[in-house]
């Protein structure tokens, strides 16, 4: 039971450690804030289909990487509860089909994210301009990133996960 919980712990603690360097990485790039986000962190949000730990694992690691890149507390909440959200859709939906993965992150980013930059940040598109590309970066980064990694990891995922 121990050894369980000990490794549960472990998976979530380096899924959060890898989405903030991965978010750290995209922002070296000029690509993990703004309008159009691409964060390589968010092709993590499929892990949800492998293994709980990743649930925590994720919200963590978005809450870290949204303080340490000087977010302001309404992106720090709102931004980690979108990735909470997704995160937790797509572990509950792991069982229909690994194409449904990528979509829980990708509808919770493109519904709260466009509110947080216009009320938070006060970016002034438009809502539906902040969700069409909100949505754009999510579908690179959670449907075509999140889809790769998923395919390369389903081959080792009982090596990685455990059974």
């Avoid at 990487?65 to 979108?82: K, Q």
Wanted: glycine content about 8%; aromatic content about 12%; some cysteine.
């Amino acid at each position: 039971m121990k050894k369980t919980k000990a490794l549960f712990i472990t998976h979530a603690a380096i899924i959060a450690a890898l989405y903030v360097v991965l978010t750290y990485l995209a922002a070296m790039m000029g690509l993990s804030n703004g309008a159009i986000q691409i964060r390589f962190s968010e092709a993590l949000t499929i892990l949800p289909f492998f293994t709980p730990a990743a649930v925590p694992g994720l919200f963590v690691g978005c809450i870290i990487a949204n303080i340490l890149s000087g977010a302001v507390i309404w992106d720090i909440v709102f931004g980690s509860i979108a990735t909470l959200l997704g995160a937790l859709f797509t572990y509950l939906l792991r069982k229909k089909s690994e194409w449904l993965a990528p979509l829980p992150p990708i509808a919770a980013n493109t519904v709260i994210v466009p509110f947080v930059l216009t009320y938070a940040y006060g970016v002034p598109d438009g809502i539906a301009f902040l969700m069409l590309t909100v949505g754009i970066g999510e579908v690179i980064s959670c449907g075509v990133l999140g889809m790769v990694l998923l395919k390369c990891l389903k081959k080792y995922r009982n090596h990685i996960f455990g059974a």
